[in-house]
């Protein structure tokens, strides 16, 4: 038995690369009218955070209505005044990231690179 746990340990490292692992989050802020920061640079793999968060920063503060909505409709969340909402980017590339309720003015960019 103990001779068929190398292999299968070896098995498992592939079949769960070191990139995943390693994977980072970034953090963005969601306020009224305003992503901050409004581009960021990430590698495949890594997850952006978006965060709702009021001005006044107090426990169960809201702002207004906004969602994020991916401009190729390839990702979007729900609309709501608090909370968070996550995304990890599987593949390279630049991404335009905007609020639905506010398409012209909230507005993120990502480049995903390899």
Not at 42 to 68: F, L
Not at 69 to 88: I, L, N, P
Request: aromatic share 10%; hydrophobic share 40%.
């Amino acid at each position: 038995m103990r001779r068929l746990a190398l292999p299968l340990m070896a098995l498992v490292a592939l079949a769960f690369p070191a990139t995943v692992a390693a994977a980072k989050t970034y953090t963005v802020k969601v306020g009224d009218d305003y992503f901050s920061p409004t581009k960021r640079t990430v590698k495949v793999n890594d997850i952006v955070k978006w965060v709702w968060v009021a001005e006044d920063g107090a426990p169960g503060s809201t702002v207004n209505e906004h969602s994020i909505v991916e401009t190729k409709d390839r990702f979007h969340s729900k609309t709501q005044t608090a909370g968070s909402y996550k995304f990890r980017f599987k593949k390279a590339g630049k991404f335009t990231i905007v609020c639905g309720e506010h398409p012209e003015t909230m507005i993120f960019r990502v480049t995903v690179k390899k």
